[in-house]
């Protein structure tokens, strides 16, 4: 969930790595710090808080180490130890000559602390990190070869981590390694990059190395040498990055959070380029490797995610049920991986994440395919490590999502879905010609659809002052829509602080009923389709507890008007499409509150974007 950055090579370093964690700080920013080499020895520099206290407190020391062209740097979401100074990166050992920075966590750390301490070691922060730093330079003292100490601590540690280290002994070298966290090189004339994401990179380079597990990276501003855990020399797979550095900016927005929502059209024309032709033609997914013969022997189907994703995984399980007749269940990654789990050769297990790095996912990715799953997973990162895990991959290609709050990723995971189901009940031909025309030539006008829902955008920022006094809103929803409530209510509890929970519709009734009254908005996802008449008459048993009633609709059904106070239209659509654009109006919805409350919308408190810590 940190980031981190490196540099060795000839310009000055400071600024390198400022620019670089300001591109990670969407993956934790509650404290960051930078070690750089000056002519005689290392420098640390920490400050809590958002990376403009740690520019403050550079400015101060500037003459310290303007000519350094060596260093690291890292952001911090806080795990072991409180965001303190002391417990910000970057840690050392107990002489100061070796510094390090690392992501992940190591699970041993107690023990390794324990032996450490015994050892004489003496500790100045709570993290898990500071083991590394002591370790690594207790190897360092017998080898006097810092990868090779390197190599050996790795060996005693248990758990995730992405390192880059340095030493006062090695003027001009960078050692990394990294196991079950990301971690790659970019490189440079003269000079090379190290980062746990691509932003921190790409304005200097495209041209980068992604590490392996266990590998080791030796840096010095003219070489780069790869070894494997032994120390044997590796060929390096260096590839162009397909990226943008334009993909980085707000264009104009306000928020990261806005250009993402109204990136959206173009994010499902993007995806349906290249997979769907035409109404009459097969879907196209060249990396899904499900046969007929696979399909015919699946007893069922897992899907496991967190957060956003797992919504999307509740739409497909609706979905993949509705046109492919396969049992679908769906759970949270984080439930799944404690227990023992009925999964075997027979499931296909759908792994989702907009990252490809959420770490319990990747573990409950792990565990079903030693299992002998086929394992199909939906990322818009395919160079992730659970992207690396998959037998069939469904790329999303929503871009770059800068904001903590999922939206554009959401609904290119939707599209994903949609795609799949269409395409496995190609294959198995559980679905009549015609029909599968039919939800074809109407899912290739979806994105000119969403445009109209961001035309309104004005009408859903007056109902966002209208609520935004609320302390708690309720969502509503049925069938297909209920994990659009769900949706709803994440966006705005995390970037509002706002209470804000879903409902299956039917269950009011059998609780949350008791908390409604004059001060409570409840918001009805009320989609033409199979439920739509059951939803209005939950909305009508709420409206009678005089909550503040508001619809979420594509029908023109005139009883609306005296039964909510306030009516988002959206455009008429299939029943099954209809997620997609239900969500667009209440990513604006929580994004106008918080905006009218003045928060931090793209970096809300205590989140990171990539959680990869289980
Ligand atoms: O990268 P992932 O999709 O695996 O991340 C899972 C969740 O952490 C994520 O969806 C989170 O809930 C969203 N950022 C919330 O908007």
């Given at each position: 969930m940190c980031g981190i950055v490196g540099y060795v090579g000839n310009k000055s370093v400071a600024d390198i790595l400022v620019d670089g964690l300001e591109q990670l700080e969407y993956r934790g920013y509650d404290s960051s710090g930078v070690a750089v080499m000056n002519k005689e020895e290392i420098t640390v520099f920490k400050a809590i808080g958002k990376l403009n206290n740690l520019r403050t407190e550079l400015s101060k020391h500037v003459g310290e180490f303007e000519k350094a062209t060596m260093g690291i740097g890292h952001i911090r979401w806080a795990t072991h130890g409180a965001p303190t100074v002391l417990n910000a990166h970057p840690h050392t050992c107990n002489c100061g000559n070796l510094v390090l920075v690392h992501n992940g966590i190591i699970e041993n750390y107690k023990e390794l602390r324990e032996m450490l301490t015994k050892e004489g070691c003496v500790f100045?922060?709570?993290?898990?990190?500071e083991v590394v730093a002591h370790l690594v330079a207790r190897m360092y003292a017998k080898t006097k070869d810092l990868a090779e100490a390197v190599r050996q601590a790795s060996k005693q540690i248990e758990g995730a981590y992405a390192l880059c280290v340095m030493h006062n002994n090695h003027k001009n070298t960078l050692v990394l390694t990294k196991r079950n966290a990301p971690l790659l090189v970019g490189i440079g004339e003269g000079e090379f990059f190290a980062a746990s994401d691509v932003p921190a990179i790409i304005k200097h380079t495209k041209k980068a190395m992604y590490l392996n597990d266990n590998q080791v990276v030796v840096l010095t501003p003219d070489k780069m040498t790869l070894t494997d855990s032994e120390g044997n020399i590796l060929p390096q797979k260096i590839e162009i990055l397909p990226w943008e550095p334009v993909a980085l900016s707000k264009m104009g927005y306000k928020h990261y959070m806005l250009k993402e929502i109204h990136e959206q059209p173009d994010v499902i024309r993007n995806i349906l380029v290249g997979k769907l032709h035409a109404p009459d033609e097969n879907i196209i997914l060249n990396e899904v490797k499900l046969t007929k013969e696979t399909l015919k022997n699946l007893n069922r189907i897992q899907i496991i995610a967190c957060g956003t994703s797992l919504h999307a995984a509740m739409v497909g399980k609706y979905i993949i049920e509705n046109f492919c007749g396969i049992a679908v269940d769906v759970e949270a990654s984080s439930e799944y991986i404690y227990r023992r789990t009925v999964?075997?050769?027979h499931t296909l297990v759908i792994g989702v994440s907009q990252s490809g790095e959420t770490a319990d996912t990747l573990t409950a990715i792990k565990q079903s395919k030693a299992k002998g799953s086929h394992i199909l997973i939906i990322t818009n990162r395919p160079d992730s490590a659970m992207a690396r895990e998959a037998d069939s991959l469904v790329p999303v290609n929503a871009g770059i999502e800068v904001s903590v709050a999922a939206t554009k990723s959401y609904t290119a995971q939707l599209m994903a879905f949609y795609l799949l189901a269409l395409y496995m009940a190609e294959v198995k031909e559980s679905v009549s010609k015609e029909e599968l025309k039919n939800l074809k030539a109407e899912m290739m006008i979806l994105p000119q659809k969403i445009e109209q829902v961001l035309s309104t955008t004005e009408e859903i920022q007056k109902s966002a002052r209208k609520y935004s006094s609320t302390k708690d809103f309720i969502y509503v929803a049925r069938g297909i829509n209920f994990p659009t409530a769900l949706e709803g209510a994440l966006k705005l509890k995390e970037i509002s602080y706002i209470n804000a929970t879903g409902y299956p519709a039917g269950e009011l009734k059998h609780g949350p009923i008791a908390m409604l009254d004059e001060t409570m908005p409840v918001l009805s996802i009320l989609?033409?389709?199979?439920?739509y008449e059951k939803l209005l008459s939950n909305s009508e048993e709420a409206k009678a507890r005089n909550a503040r009633m508001i619809a979420l609709t594509n029908s023109k059904d005139e009883k609306l008007d005296d039964l909510f106070e306030n009516i988002i239209r959206v455009p008429d659509v299939d029943e099954l499409y209809s997620p997609l654009l239900a969500i667009i109006p209440l990513q604006l919805l929580a994004y106008y509150i918080a905006e009218f409350l003045g928060k931090d919308v793209d970096q809300p408190r205590n989140l990171a974007k990539s959680v990869t810590v289980e």
């Open positions: 100045r922060s709570q993290t898990d990190t999964t075997d050769e989609m033409n389709g199979c439920v």
